[in-house]
């Protein structure tokens, strides 16, 4: 049946199109402070860095971050790709440009959403890097 075949390709890229813009609003809001987007975008809990924490650590990390790093911006270069994970889960993977006052690095990283109750709420941030950073000290 072409046509269900069809309306599952139009879901599945609707939902695509919904995770990329997810990521854009992540990237904006990580790089300029804005702590009232972030927070609409959390999950209750977050796959943090390897760690599971709350939405409120997570943004106390983040302001701790801001606070030590006041001069900071992120952006994404390249395409940013999205991956089914199941039903009500979404990954995306891109490249975080990364500038501080010290340096410019590039950290291929990614994101998972999962839908709850209609909305993508953020529920994994990590990068490769760190991944094996944190695998190298366990």
Do not use: C, H
């Not at 879901?11 to 199109?17: H, S």
């Not at 801001?66 to 911006?73: A, I």
Request: without cysteine; negative net charge.
């Amino acid at each position: 049946d072409s046509a269900a075949g069809a309306a599952v390709d139009s879901a599945t890229v609707k939902a695509e199109e919904e995770i990329k813009d997810m990521v854009i609003i992540w990237n904006t809001a990580s790089s300029n402070a804005d702590f009232d987007t972030l927070e609409r975008i959390l999950g209750d809990k977050i796959d943090y860095y390897q760690s599971l924490v709350s939405r409120n650590y997570y943004i106390a990390d983040q302001k701790r971050f801001f606070q030590k790093n006041p001069v900071y911006s992120q952006r994404i270069v390249g395409d940013i790709t999205v991956t089914r994970l199941s039903d009500s889960k979404m990954l995306a993977k891109f490249v975080k440009e990364v500038s501080t006052k010290r340096e410019t690095k590039e950290y291929p990283s990614y994101l998972a959403f999962e839908n709850v109750n209609g909305s993508w709420k953020l529920v994994v941030e990590s990068d490769t890097v760190s991944d094996a950073n944190i695998a190298r000290m366990r």
